[in-house]
């Protein structure tokens, strides 16, 4: 019913914010511009780095999920079609990354479990992993149209253990085995 507004200032700066995700009632986190991870513990009144900002436009996290207070991963890209994939276990003290898995910039992520997740981006790309992100495999597609082919997948939601929906550019699909293969969906006009 209302809203207040604020600033998420962190280091004297303001990032543009791409992604956020609340734990709890106090506990979140924030993908933002220039490759940061900001962390409140207060419900948003203050903010900190849990991961630096570089400085540079080029890198941008935009996908954020956390399983509980320590374990969480964020994604976007580390460079023009570099995909970055970050995960702490320790509420965001310590990060470790992987990139460069698919060529292309990451925009979402999910997971249904501490073992099971889903990330997605451009060019129609997806991966899953069985292992709590210690490995990833890409993602295979069915059905989509020439004219989806490429587009940009932004957002991914668990349905149940196995089925999950994503969104983007002119394109919903879904997958029914984890995140393994997709199909198109259709929408009537």
């Given at each position: ?8 200032r962190v280091n004297k700066a303001s990032q543009n914010i791409q992604g956020i995700y609340f734990v709890n009632d106090k506990v979140g986190y924030a993908a933002t511009s220039y490759r940061m991870i900001a962390k409140t513990v207060d419900g948003g009144i203050s903010w900190t780095s849990s991961l630096d900002a570089t ?135």
């Amino acid at each position: 019913k209302n809203w207040t507004g604020s600033y998420q200032r962190v280091n004297k700066a303001s990032q543009n914010i791409q992604g956020i995700y609340f734990v709890n009632d106090k506990v979140g986190y924030a993908a933002t511009s220039y490759r940061m991870i900001a962390k409140t513990v207060d419900g948003g009144i203050s903010w900190t780095s849990s991961l630096d900002a570089t400085g540079s436009a080029t890198q941008v996290l935009y996908g954020v999920h956390f399983i509980n207070e320590n374990l969480g991963f964020v994604v976007g890209k580390d460079a023009s079609n570099v995909d970055i994939i970050f995960k702490t276990t320790d509420g965001g003290a310590t990060w470790t990354s992987k990139t460069n898995l698919v060529a292309a910039n990451l925009r979402g992520v999910a997971f249904f479990d501490a073992q099971n997740g889903i990330t997605v981006g451009e060019k129609l790309k997806a991966l899953y992993t069985k292992d709590g992100g210690n490995t990833w495999t890409a993602s295979t597609f069915t059905g989509v149209p020439t004219a989806s082919a490429s587009a940009t997948l932004r957002e991914v939601s668990y349905v149940n253990a196995t089925t999950a929906i994503a969104v983007g550019d002119k394109v919903i699909i879904k997958t029914t085995d984890g995140g393994a293969t997709w199909n198109y969906i259709t929408i009537a006009d």
